[in-house]
Structures are given as C-alpha cells and as structure tokens.
C-alpha cells in the first residue's frame, strides 16, 4: 500500500483517504485496495505476484468463496487501521494499493509451511519464513519509529502491511473462517446472499408445446 499525493479524479473517489472514511465514505475500505500508482510498475507486479503464489493454495484449501471473503475483509481490516494511524499522528495523505490484503493472503500461507522454498521471479530460493519476517521487520520498524516521535515519510502504508499481518496471524491461528460470521437466511450457505450465485431459469415446456 502506498501514500499518494497526486488525485487524479477517478482515484480521488476510491482511494484510502482518512478525511473522507471519517466523513462517512466507508466504501473506501474495500476499493483502495484495487487501485495501484501508474508511476510504479512494481507495485501491482509484486501484488499480483504474491497473491498468485499464495492465494492459489488459500483458494483450494479452503474454497473460492471464502477466499474471497477473507481477502475483501483484510483489505478492509488493514484500512481500518491505516486510517485510525494516520488520523492518530495527523497525517491525511490517501492510500492506494492491494498489499494489506495481499500480505495477510501471504501469513496464512507462510504459518503452516515456513520452510516451503520460494524461487523468486525464478531465481532466487528463499524460504517462506524467511521472506514474512522480513516483511514483518520492515513495517513493524517505521511504525515504531513513529510512536518514538520520529517523522518517516518513504511513501509506504506500513500501518495497513501490518493490519494485514495481524488479521492473517489470527486467522490462521484461530482457524476463523470468514463465512461463519455473516447471517446467510438459508441452511448450510456459509454466504452473504448478495455473493451467493443465483439459480439458473429453466424454460419449462409443456406436453402440448408442439
């Protein structure tokens, strides 16, 4: 996730702005996390890349629904906090950016199989506990800094990296699974009724169509 200071006028309606959750645009917290900085190849590249490597095995362990789920309410569990750290320390610049939700995708991965080898872009073996400790270290150090009374400004919405990690530790941890928590008005759905998919219509023919 990435600060922003340039709007242009489609992101200034869907990015991550403090000022304007606060005002009541809570939609926000879920469509932030769809935007990336067209100045910053990588950063949907390493996005996408992470969440392809990780989410496939999320997905199949635990299915496409609550996959989704899990990834729509990270996204806006690490906004959450973004938003509430940047108002504490009064900073009002906007977020853009997947890698909250994305992070928390790569702890639920990284937690039962730490000492899986990742070749990254194909080159470089690293294990996986490796590469999340190191994320984790890297967010957890600046927001430190920050409650010491130092001023860090590299561009980087740590506080939402680390509401991701949080959410993806308990997650696993717990065994939570997201569908769990929404009322579904029918037996064993397991799925808010908006995302369910609809019954197919059948056309009906009678004995006298001919």
Not at 1 to 26: A, K, N, Y
Not at 56 to 67: C, K, N, S, V, Y
Not at 134 to 162: F, K, N, R, Y
Request: hydrophobic share 50%; charged share 15%; net charge positive.
């Amino acid at each position: 996730v990435m600060q922003i200071l340039l709007r242009e006028p489609f992101t200034r309606w869907f990015d991550l702005s403090p000022g304007d959750v606060l005002r009541g645009q809570i939609w926000r917290l879920f469509t932030y996390d769809f935007l990336h900085s067209r100045y910053n190849p990588w950063h949907i590249l390493w996005n996408m890349y992470i969440l392809y490597i990780t989410g496939r095995d999320l997905e199949a362990r635990r299915g496409t629904r609550e996959f989704l789920a899990f990834y729509l309410l990270a996204g806006a569990l690490s906004g959450c906090l973004f938003v509430v750290w940047s108002l504490w320390f009064g900073q009002l610049a906007p977020a853009i950016g997947a890698s909250g939700a994305v992070v928390a995708v790569m702890i639920v991965y990284a937690l039962p199989y730490p000492h899986q080898i990742w070749h990254i872009f194909g080159i470089v073996p690293i294990p996986v506990w490796v590469i999340a400790a190191v994320t984790v270290v890297l967010d957890l150090h600046p927001m430190l800094l920050q409650l010491s009374g130092e001023h860090v400004s590299d561009g980087i919405a740590h506080s939402a990296h680390m509401g991701g990690i949080v959410f993806g530790a308990l997650y696993w941890r717990r065994q939570w699974r997201v569908l769990d928590w929404f009322p579904t008005g029918s037996k064993g759905g397991g799925f808010p009724h908006w995302f369910r998919p609809r019954p197919q219509l059948k056309i009906h023919r009678g004995a006298d169509a001919e």
